[in-house]
């Protein structure tokens, strides 16, 4: 079984973006061919030159909320730190929280964004696992959370970001993430025009990125990591929409490793979600082996999901990815690692770095056929 030093890898730490590029789709493009290892160097708009038409492409439709909420506790005046992760109810919340001796029933006063003290209190009903809190607020937040909530952009990011809209995709529609679906930052109206010119079809999934994206993996079996379960919806009318694409003869693009969560998720459900589809040993040019099967249509569904894709994972829809790099020892980093094959992977990532990619959410991006 993989081992999480397996998926581990040095990178500079100038090679990490700090501000999005002006022109969304002006970032590079590493093309990595799976069969053959092969790898080219391109710009995202030379996407469509990839694509067919009747291919269809399927992205994440999430929003970021402004998840990141400040405060002092009411007694000491110690400085907290809020990132929201789900809402269970209209006044309560699952949360990471940052300060000293946050427990059960210490009342927090929330800032607004301007940094004044507002009569919103935030009481911490439950201590969950680490850092996790179940949060229970005076007011509905949804009523007040644009006037506190700060852009929770990844802690690696350190410099400020002028538009929070550059840190949306120009698709987002339902808000609920914790953090962007960050593959589909590259597309811009003008390129989604261009696809649909181009014969090739659009359709969104939504999966709401929680807790996973913050959390590191901690152990040395990558088995023995636990998933967290994210709420998504595939509607009947996107499923029917990409098993007619798929029937037709188009393949299935995923954008990010959150559609390609929700797509396989839909895949396993179809086949019966815990039956296991006869495994077909493919071996690359390489000599590295990877695993496929034949295509499942993907079935609708509307709940939670807790896949976890790493090396040894079928694949049972997709047929392509778009994705940026990830962090090293990361669950995404698995996930493309099981679709590409865990040496291709690294290598690119190798290649990447001489070639001065730049990587993480505001980096450059892959795509990996």
């Given at each position: 079984?993989?081992?999480?030093?397996?998926?581990n890898?040095?990178?500079?730490?100038?090679?990490?973006?700090?501000q999005?590029?002006?022109?969304?789709?002006?970032s590079?493009?590493?093309?990595?061919?799976?069969?053959?290892?092969?790898?080219e160097?391109?710009?995202?708009?030379?996407?469509?030159?990839?694509?067919?038409?009747?291919?269809?492409?399927?992205?994440?439709?999430?929003?970021?909320?402004?998840?990141r909420?400040?405060?002092?506790?009411?007694?000491?005046?110690?400085?907290?730190?809020?990132?929201?992760?789900?809402?269970?109810?209209?006044?309560?919340?699952?949360?990471?929280?940052?300060?000293?001796?946050?427990?059960?029933?210490?009342?927090?006063?929330l800032?607004?964004?301007?940094?004044r003290?507002?009569?919103i209190v935030?009481?911490?009903?439950?201590?969950?696992?680490?850092?996790?809190r179940?949060?229970?607020?005076?007011?509905?937040?949804?009523?007040?959370?644009e006037?506190?909530?700060?852009?929770?952009?990844?802690?690696y990011?350190?410099?400020?970001?002028g538009?929070?809209?550059?840190?949306?995709?120009?698709?987002?529609?339902?808000?609920?993430?914790?953090?962007?679906?960050?593959?589909?930052?590259?597309?811009?109206?003008?390129?989604?025009?261009r696809?649909?010119?181009?014969?090739?079809?659009?359709?969104?999934?939504?999966?709401?990125?929680?807790?996973?994206?913050f959390?590191?993996?901690?152990v040395?079996?990558?088995?023995d990591?636990?998933?967290?379960?994210?709420?998504?919806?595939?509607?009947?009318?996107?499923?029917?929409?990409?098993?007619?694409a798929?029937?037709?003869?188009?393949?299935?693009?995923?954008?990010?490793?959150?559609?390609?969560?929700?797509l396989?998720?839909?895949?396993?459900?179809?086949?019966?979600?815990?039956?296991s589809?006869?495994d077909?040993?493919?071996?690359?040019?390489?000599?590295?082996?990877?695993?496929?099967?034949?295509?499942?249509?993907?079935?609708?569904?509307?709940?939670?999901?807790?896949?976890f894709?790493?090396?040894?994972?079928?694949?049972?829809?997709?047929?392509?990815?778009?994705?940026?790099?990830?962090?090293?020892?990361s669950?995404?980093?698995?996930?493309?690692?099981?679709?590409?094959?865990?040496?291709?992977?690294l290598?690119?990532?190798?290649?990447?770095?001489q070639?001065?990619?730049r990587?993480?959410?505001?980096?450059d991006?892959?795509?990996l056929?």
């Amino acid at each position: 079984m993989p081992r999480i030093e397996d998926f581990n890898y040095h990178l500079p730490p100038g090679r990490i973006a700090q501000q999005p590029l002006e022109q969304r789709d002006s970032s590079r493009l590493l093309v990595l061919h799976r069969s053959t290892g092969q790898i080219e160097h391109k710009t995202f708009t030379d996407l469509l030159n990839y694509l067919r038409p009747g291919d269809i492409v399927v992205a994440n439709d999430s929003r970021v909320i402004p998840a990141r909420l400040f405060g002092r506790k009411q007694r000491s005046g110690g400085r907290v730190e809020i990132l929201l992760l789900e809402e269970l109810s209209e006044r309560r919340w699952v949360a990471l929280v940052g300060g000293k001796r946050l427990k059960a029933g210490v009342e927090i006063e929330l800032d607004y964004l301007d940094g004044r003290p507002t009569d919103i209190v935030a009481t911490i009903d439950h201590d969950l696992e680490g850092s996790l809190r179940e949060i229970q607020f005076n007011v509905p937040l949804s009523e007040v959370l644009e006037k506190l909530g700060h852009t929770p952009l990844p802690p690696y990011i350190h410099q400020k970001l002028g538009d929070a809209e550059r840190y949306q995709t120009v698709y987002a529609r339902y808000r609920g993430s914790s953090a962007a679906p960050t593959a589909g930052l590259h597309f811009t109206p003008e390129l989604l025009i261009r696809l649909r010119e181009t014969g090739i079809l659009f359709e969104t999934i939504t999966l709401h990125v929680g807790l996973d994206t913050f959390k590191p993996v901690e152990v040395e079996r990558v088995e023995d990591h636990t998933i967290h379960s994210e709420w998504a919806l595939l509607t009947p009318e996107a499923a029917r929409r990409i098993n007619e694409a798929k029937v037709a003869g188009g393949r299935l693009i995923a954008v990010g490793t959150t559609s390609v969560r929700v797509l396989e998720t839909a895949a396993l459900r179809s086949a019966g979600i815990t039956g296991s589809l006869v495994d077909i040993s493919h071996r690359d040019e390489s000599g590295e082996t990877y695993s496929i099967c034949p295509w499942r249509p993907v079935a609708a569904f509307e709940g939670r999901t807790d896949l976890f894709i790493y090396p040894g994972y079928r694949y049972r829809a997709v047929d392509a990815m778009i994705t940026n790099f990830h962090l090293p020892r990361s669950t995404l980093l698995m996930l493309v690692a099981a679709f590409a094959g865990k040496l291709k992977i690294l290598e690119a990532y190798q290649v990447a770095i001489q070639e001065k990619y730049r990587f993480y959410s505001f980096g450059d991006a892959m795509l990996l056929l």
